[in-house]
Antibody, heavy 119, light 110 residues
């Protein structure tokens, strides 16, 4: 079964850092680009970041550029999102998602991990 | 970058057809055939319904179809069913090598 499981969310103060993880199973992980997408409570979806299958190329939304870093460890079938200088507007449910055949569509999603930024 | 523009809500009766629009610019929707549509039920992760403007992944009913004209993409749902009631989001690849989502549309089946 193809599956993505996120972890690492929690409550953090503004300015703090958090590292999210996403464990993949059921597919050849390094064959696929991976994305992070977030959704603030009661709001719409917002794309956050993309990393290529070999990890050599990364891309970010303007709203997180310079603060967030995406990485992957293909030997562990794992995706990560290092989030620094967190702001209240970063509070959201963070999903990892698998890219569908290089179309920038997301065919497999995790259940999400919640990040709360509050003092 | 601003989100793609979707109507906040649409509604239809069972058996009817509805269309949800998604308007962008030549730097995203109009410039590439990488438009996707997602269905999201409350408390659930989104589900891919359409990719590359008009292609359906395996398992998605053929009641769901997609199209594009200029800078506007559309999701068409025919033969509406109660279980189609959900939020729908479009997304597009952009010239900045990023992905942009629409603001979402709440579909109500009357």
């Amino acid at each position: 079964e193809v599956q993505l499981v996120e972890s690492g969310g929690g409550m953090i103060q503004p300015g703090g850092s958090l590292r999210l993880s996403c464990a993949a199973s059921g597919f050849t992980f390094d064959d696929y680009a991976m994305h992070w997408v977030r959704q603030a409570p009661g709001k719409g979806l917002e794309w956050v970041s993309l990393i290529s299958g070999d990890g050599g190329n990364t891309y970010y939304a303007d709203s997180v550029q310079g603060r967030f870093t995406v990485s992957r460890d293909n030997s562990k079938n794992s995706l990560y999102l290092q989030m620094n200088s967190l702001r209240p507007e970063d509070a959201a449910l963070y999903y990892c998602a698998k890219d569908y055949e290089a179309t920038d569509a997301f065919d497999v999603w995790g259940q999400g991990t919640m990040v709360t930024v509050s003092s | 970058q601003s989100a793609l523009t979707q109507p906040a809500s649409v509604s239809g009766s069972p058996g009817q057809s509805i269309t949800i629009s998604c308007t962008g610019t030549s730097r995203d929707v109009g410039g590439y055939n990488y438009v996707s549509w997602y269905q999201q039920h409350p408390g659930k992760a989104p589900k891919l319904m359409i990719y590359e403007v008009s292609n359906r992944p395996s398992g998605v009913p053929d009641r769901f179809s997609g199209s594009k004209s200029g800078n506007t993409a559309s999701l068409i749902i025919s033969g509406l069913q109660a279980e189609d009631e959900a939020d729908y989001y479009c997304s597009s690849y952009t010239s900045s090598t990023t992905v942009l989502f629409g603001g979402g549309t709440k579909l109500t089946v009357l």
